[in-house]
Structure formats: C-alpha cells, structure tokens
C-alpha cells in the first residue's frame, strides 16, 4: 500500500537539502505568483524530464505515477497516487502547495486532484459499491468513503431515504478508520458478503448485529484507494467534479451545494 505521507518525507528530504545552501530572501511576495493558463498540463516533450534521483530516494525507491511541464518554465508536475506535487528540472526542490492562476482565479492543483480523484472512482466502478439509488431521476452521484461505525456517517445514514429525495444517488466505498483486521473492517466485509447488501449496511450502521460472512472482497482496496487519495476520516465525499467534501451535510443542503457547484470549476478563495 503506497504510504499517504510520502509528501512528509519529500518535504523532510527537501528541508535537508536546503539547509545545505539556502536561497536568498524573496522580497517581493507577489514575485513568487506566475500566471499559469487554466489548461490541463502538457506531457513532458520527449528527452526533457528533471531528475528524479532525489525525490525516488525520499520515496524508498517508488516512482511517480506521471511527469508533466507546467507553464512555469523548469518546474514539473509530479503525480504520486492521487497526490500532486512540483519538482524543479534538476530534480533538488520539492514544492507542495497550489499553484493558482491569478487571470483566471483558478486553482489548477485542485482542479488536477478532483481529475485524479474522478478518474479513480470511476474505475472502481458503481458493481464494487453499496449503492443507495432515487426511485426517480437522478440528478446528482456521490461517492463517499465510509465507516461502519463512524456516528456522523451513521447519522448519514439514518436519513438515506432524504437524500434519494432529493435526487441525490449515495454510492460507498468502506473505509474503516482503524484499519485492515480491525472490528469495522470485519463489519464492511459482512456488509458486502450479505445476500442484501442495503439492508445489511442499514442494520449495521443502526448498530444492529449482522450475520458475520467472509467472501472475495474490495474492503481492503477501497480502504487502501481512500488513503491513496488523502481520506482522513469519514464519511469523505467525492463529488461529481472530483472535489473531496469531508464530513457530514444534511441533505437539503448537500443539494443546494450539488447544484451550485456541478458547473463550476474548483476555485481557489481568493478575494481582490
């Protein structure tokens, strides 16, 4: 399983490096903004990469899932699971943070996290989930990443049935906070044994007693995907656009959200 606090040991690798020969002061702070296009990266022109020597060490050796130029001459856009970060060409400066174009006030380092996210959700696929659906039209999807018994994803839900009014379709991924082998994760996997998985993950989560089964399961990866991804507890929703929405929102205002939101491109709260 790929260890989510790899930026941690970047920046700790980074740290080291720079304490070797530090750069002089930056007096201007809008200096270190460059305007970057809202466009999607380009793909690194064949034969010019940064030097990755560094960074796979910080990493005990892992290599990143893609390298591609940004608009800022020199720097690069690293992707390690569903994590984003920039490197220098020659590979000795790690960057965390957001890169946000000033011209347009999007954030491109969000917006490529809720592509990732999308991307790796839709290839779980909707048969790998426990699917609460509208008896009508469905107007919004969420994915959200939940534990058995987690309260606020309990109280969730208890009012499952106020969601599906309001055309929302909630789809689970199990995420048990403790971990692999632990009582929640003995649960999800009952959960998706049952012959009725909606009824089992209803019982469940009212603190009901269900049949304990074992079978072929994604309870482990979905767990493992969460924490790829930057889950930190649940319930984590994943909207449409890819956006992570941790914790609880009641229904009417979930849609109220769903529907603001399903055209927008994520922005950075940057006010003039």
Same mark, same amino acid.
């Given at each position: 399983m790929r260890n989510i606090l790899f930026v941690a040991a970047v920046l700790h690798a980074a740290g080291a490096l720079a304490a070797d020969s530090a750069p002089p002061p930056v007096t201007d702070p809008a200096a270190t903004l460059v305007p970057a296009p809202a466009a999607a990266p380009a793909a690194a022109p064949s034969g010019k990469q940064p030097d990755l020597t560094r960074l796979q060490e910080a990493l005990n050796g892992e290599k990143p899932d893609s390298v591609v130029t940004t608009a800022i001459p020199g720097l690069y856009e690293v992707v390690l699971g569903g994590q984003v970060l920039y490197l220098s060409e020659d590979g000795r400066f790690a960057v965390q943070g957001d890169m946000v174009d000033l011209g347009s006030r999007a954030n491109l380092t969000e917006n490529r996290r809720g592509e990732l996210r999308g991307k790796a959700i839709a290839a779980v696929g909707e048969n790998n989930m426990v699917v609460f659906a509208p008896e009508g039209p469905v107007k919004h999807t969420v994915t959200i990443f939940t534990d058995i018994d987690c309260g606020y994803c309990r109280k969730m839900?208890?009012?499952?049935?106020? +969601?599906?009014?309001?055309?929302?379709?909630?789809? +689970?991924?199990?995420?048990?906070?403790?971990g692999i082998g632990s009582e929640s994760y003995h649960k999800a996997v009952s959960v998706w044994c049952a012959d009725n998985r909606q009824e089992a993950m209803t019982k469940a989560k009212r603190g009901e007693s269900i049949e304990p089964k074992t079978c072929d399961n994604p309870v482990q990866a979905q767990y493992e995907l969460g924490d790829k991804l930057g889950v930190r507890g649940t319930p984590s929703m994943i909207l449409e656009s890819g956006e992570m929405l941790p914790g609880y929102v009641p229904p009417a205002q979930l849609a109220r959200l769903l529907a603001e939101t399903r055209d927008k491109t994520i922005r950075p709260t940057i006010r003039p």
């Open positions: 839900h208890s009012q499952i049935a106020d +969601y599906n009014k309001e055309g929302i379709k909630i789809r +689970y991924l199990m995420f048990p906070r403790e």
